[in-house]
Every structure is written in C-alpha cells, then in structure tokens.
C-alpha cells in the first residue's frame, strides 16, 4: 500500500512556474513508477509525465515537453513537478499515481493521492 499527497498548487499567472510535490508513504516507494495526471473541469484525465525508479528516461506528454519536468527522490519518497511557462490552459486538478508499468494509461496506476489544484490566469 503507499499513500500520495500533493501540495503546491495555486493560483498563477500565465508564463509563471509552481512546482508540485507528492509525498509518499507505505513500503517499496523506490520500485514504483510515479506520474503526474492532470483533469481539467469537463475534461478526461490527462497523462503529464511518469518517471522511474531510478529517475532515468522519464516520460512527458507533448503538450507539456519542454515547460513540464518531473523528477523523483527516493530517500525523501518525494516527486515533483516542476511547471515552467505556464499556460491558461494547464489549469487542471493535478494528480500524482503510482504503479508498476510506464504507462500514459491512468488505468495502469494503482495508487493516488487526491489532487492540488492549478489555476492560471491571464
């Protein structure tokens, strides 16, 4: 079992930066693959990166590569996101999730936290 908690959202005008953390606890957090998704209102949720274990070859969305880096620190069970010129467009409720296959699939995760919101505004 592991438990995510984000923090770090808010509110930001656009071209600004927020980083987002997920706090894990529960066992084996290092094995797993963490990823970020993201629902904005009326929308699906959407895959914004996932990183593994090792922090190597971590994966993002096209719509986010370049702006979106996520990275990981397994002595702190820790992910983070950290989101450069941002975009009214990025607003969305941001989840972070855990599982044991890469995958852009929220199906594939087993775990999640509940969220933190991030609004950009013009």
């Known amino acids: 079992q592991v438990q995510l908690v984000e923090s770090g959202g808010g509110l930001v005008q656009a071209g600004g930066s927020l980083r987002l953390s997920c706090a894990a606890s529960g066992r084996s957090f290092s094995s797993y693959i963490m990823a970020w998704f993201r629902q904005a209102p009326g929308k699906e949720r959407e895959f914004v990166g996932a990183?593994?274990?090792?922090?190597?070859?971590?994966a993002d969305a096209d719509s986010v590569k370049g702006r979106f880096t996520i990275s990981r620190d397994n002595a702190k069970n820790t992910v983070y996101l950290q989101m450069n010129s941002l975009k009214p467009e990025d607003t969305a409720v941001y989840h972070c999730?855990?599982?044991?296959?890469?995958?852009?699939?929220?199906?594939?995760?087993?775990?999640w936290g509940q969220g933190t919101q991030v609004t950009v505004s013009l």
């Open positions: 990183i593994r274990w090792s922090g190597s070859r971590p």
């Open positions: 999730a855990a599982g044991d296959v890469m995958s852009s699939l929220y199906s594939a995760y087993n775990y």
